[in-house]
């Protein structure tokens, strides 16, 4: 069975910094894009940043300030996320195209506040 696990989420000062891993476990046989996601309460889940063959893609409310990146095993993903402000806050989710599927994480929670 795989399975994505995230981690480093945590309550962050506005202006602060983070940053968020996701590790792909599991037999893989084949590992495509990585992403992150974010929903906030009483909205509705939407991209941050992804990351394709080498090839980024961001929300424009995060341009600028947060940075995908694969590890050098390639099936781990991180999001470096600096001039955090309070709509940043969410859960955050990482999705995979793992073996032809498309995997969720369980989502690690993210709080900017002073």
């Known amino acids: 069975q795989v399975q994505l696990v995230e981690s480093g989420g945590e309550l962050v000062q506005p202006g602060g910094s983070l940053t968020l891993s996701c590790a792909a476990r599991?037999?893989?046989?084949?590992?495509?894009?990585m992403g992150w996601y974010r929903q906030a309460i009483k909205k509705q889940r939407e991209l941050v940043a992804r990351?394709?063959?080498?090839?980024?893609d961001y929300a424009d409310s995060v341009k600028g300030r947060f940075t995908i990146s694969r590890g050098n095993a390639k099936n781990t993903v991180y999001l470096q996320m600096n001039s955090l402000k309070s709509e940043d806050t969410a859960v955050y989710y990482c999705?995979?195209?793992?073996?032809?599927?498309?995997?969720w994480g369980r989502g690690t929670q993210v709080t900017v506040s002073s």
């Open positions: 999705k995979a195209d793992l073996n032809g599927l498309e995997v």
């Open positions: 990351i394709t063959n080498g090839d980024t």
């Open positions: 599991g037999y893989i046989f084949r590992l495509d894009a």
